[in-house]
């Protein structure tokens, strides 16, 4: 078992701190054995000297001055007590000798020099004592020198082999894991890292390595059945009789299948891997099928030697939350295309057949009113009025049905023509006026002054016009009030009719102008659902905007609008 990493790094720092330390203990022992040394130089040596020269100085002051002999002998005393020499002690008690005979005999020379000889000799004792301590302390200063340099240099040394090696210890495992990692991201399975460490690195090294060899294994065994599952993907894709184009993240193309090629007149071999926008800059179907669409409407393509249609629908390739792709598909819709052509033919002849025998059968119904023909008992009006009604709502259906057959084969005739907003209004109310009346409904109207014409088919406004007030008057309850107001706004004419009804759902709104849809809960067993998406097609193929605001128990909003030309 080797050493581990933290155990390394452990001794390492131990190591330096005990280095450290011994440096410092170092340091202070011999910058205290110095200042040690120095100062008993200063505290002894170098006062048995300052009172040497203060005796000297007193020897010479003696024959004129009396106070010369107290400094003299006050300095003996001190000079008795600060004896620190060998032969010191000697030299001292000779001058106490002299000094006592020079009290007794003051004029005796030879005395004089026996004196100053013996304070010269403790002198002598002193400074030599000085300079050998000198050398001693200097001897010290060396030694602490040479030894604090040996500590120094190996701490430098020690400190240098963490600096080159410390770091790449620890820097060259995390670079070879960082690399192996980098690799197995990009799913290279077969990388190994192999570091002769038996501490953490070389654990996670070991671990590293089962990890990809078992990731290894995983593709392995996965890559033969993911080849099988792509070809029989890509066989079925071909097979279908939808086209089918795939992009990625960055809308480049990753396949498309037979039926796409035909369509597109494009080989895929030769536009795989491409930008779409790119491929769409030579190709008009393609810059079609890339083009975000608000309204969802069939394409018209040449195939199968005829005009064919197609619907788009583009689905989104979602990975946890994120997009990865795109997938368009283009299904072939010109069978039903077909049958609604023919369903439209068939509705348009049967609808203007119609009308000519119901339209008889109503003034049949008329004459029968007249009195000139003959009396009626209240059942035989009852039955009139009955066949009558029924008439009228044969025609009306038959004339919803008829205009929409129009709406559907792109056939909307239209007699545009500068139209007075105001004409139209009052058309629209008198040939309502009757029905509400029955319901005694007031119909209000509020018009603009100067209101500018507008161009539009007079006819087919005041019939979209007709039908919102129809509607409002069918689910208005009686007594009530219809307001119908016309005014300029923003550039445009605006024509809103509102009803005191019980309103419509919001979430019902977005389909209201739907073919063929009844707003669940209304019991509109008469009507057939076009009213609302005839009105739609006629507004905007002259190029209008038609709206519905409503909210329940509030009423109903319903208005469209034209540019003022």
Excluded at 180 to 186: D, K, P, T, V
Excluded at 247 to 272: H, M, P, T, Y
Excluded at 338 to 360: C, D, G, Q, R, Y
Excluded at 537 to 549: K, L, N, R, Y
Aim: hydrophobic share 40%; net charge neutral.
């Amino acid at each position: 078992m080797g050493i581990r990493l933290k155990t390394k790094l452990s001794l390492g720092l131990v190591f330096l701190f005990v280095v450290i330390v011994l440096f410092g203990v170092s340091g202070l022992f011999y910058i205290h054995l110095l200042s040690y040394e120095g100062r008993q130089v200063l505290q002894n040596n170098h006062e048995s000297i300052v009172y040497c020269n203060k005796m000297l100085q007193s020897l010479e002051d003696l024959p004129g001055n009396k106070d010369a002999m107290d400094v003299f002998r006050q300095n003996l005393q001190l000079q008795q007590n600060n004896i620190t020499e060998v032969g010191e002690k000697e030299a001292t008690d000779e001058l106490t000798k002299d000094f006592q005979r020079l009290t007794t005999a003051s004029t005796d020379t030879t005395i004089w020099s026996a004196t100053r000889k013996a304070i010269y000799k403790i002198a002598d004792l002193n400074e030599m004592a000085i300079v050998r301590k000198s050398e001693a302390a200097q001897k010290t200063a060396d030694k602490a020198r040479d030894i604090l340099t040996v500590i120094f240099t190996i701490l430098t040394l020690v400190a240098f082999t963490f600096i080159f090696n410390l770091p790449g210890i620890i820097s060259d495992p995390i670079r070879s894991l960082s690399e192996g990692i980098r690799e197995i991201a990009g799913k290279n399975y077969k990388k190994r890292i192999y570091l002769k460490q038996d501490d953490e690195f070389g654990d996670l090294a070991n671990a590293f390595n089962i990890m990809a060899g078992k990731l290894d294994e995983y593709e392995n065994s996965n890559l033969a059945k993911i080849k099988f599952e792509k070809s029989r993907i890509e066989t079925i894709i071909n097979q279908m009789r939808d086209g089918i184009i795939g992009l990625d993240e960055k809308r480049n193309i990753l396949f498309l299948n037979a039926v796409s090629e035909k369509l597109l007149g494009l080989k895929e071999v030769d536009i795989i891997g491409k930008y779409a926008p790119d491929v769409a800059l030579k190709n008009d179907l393609m810059r079609t099928l890339l083009q975000e669409e608000t309204q969802k409407k069939d394409l018209k393509i040449y195939a199968d030697n005829k005009e064919s249609y197609f619907s788009k629908d583009v689905l989104d390739v979602t990975n946890n939350e994120s997009t990865i792709g795109q997938v368009i598909v283009l299904r072939n819709i010109t069978p039903f295309h077909e049958l609604n052509e023919a369903k439209t033919n068939f509705i348009a002849t049967v609808s203007h057949e119609l009308k000519t025998p119901i339209s008889s059968i109503k003034m049949s119904a008329r004459l029968l009113t007249d009195l000139r023909v003959g009396g009626l008992n209240t059942e035989q009006k009852e039955l009139i009025r009955s066949i009558t009604d029924d008439a009228d709502r044969l025609l009306k259906i038959t004339g919803e049905l008829l205009n929409m057959s129009q709406v559907e084969t792109g056939k909307i005739q239209l007699k545009l023509q500068p139209s007075d907003p105001g004409a139209i209004v009052t058309q629209a109310i008198q040939a309502v006026q009757a029905q509400a009346q029955q319901k005694q409904i007031q119909i209000h109207t509020s018009i603009a002054d100067g209101l500018p014409f507008i161009q539009t088919d007079m006819e087919k406004t005041s019939w979209v016009l007709i039908n919102f007030l129809t509607n409002a008057i069918k689910y208005s309850p009686e007594h009530t009030g219809i307001e119908v107001t016309a005014f300029r706004k923003d550039g445009k004419v605006e024509f809103l009719v509102s009803d005191h009804g019980n309103g419509i759902d919001e979430k019902y709104l977005p389909r209201i102008f739907d073919r063929y849809y009844k707003v669940p809960g209304t019991h509109d067993r008469q009507g057939t659902g076009l009213g609302l998406s005839i009105s739609k097609e006629f507004i905007e193929a002259q190029g209008g905007q038609i709206w519905a605001d409503s909210r329940l128990g509030e009423g109903s909003r319903f208005g469209f609008a034209f540019a003022v030309s």
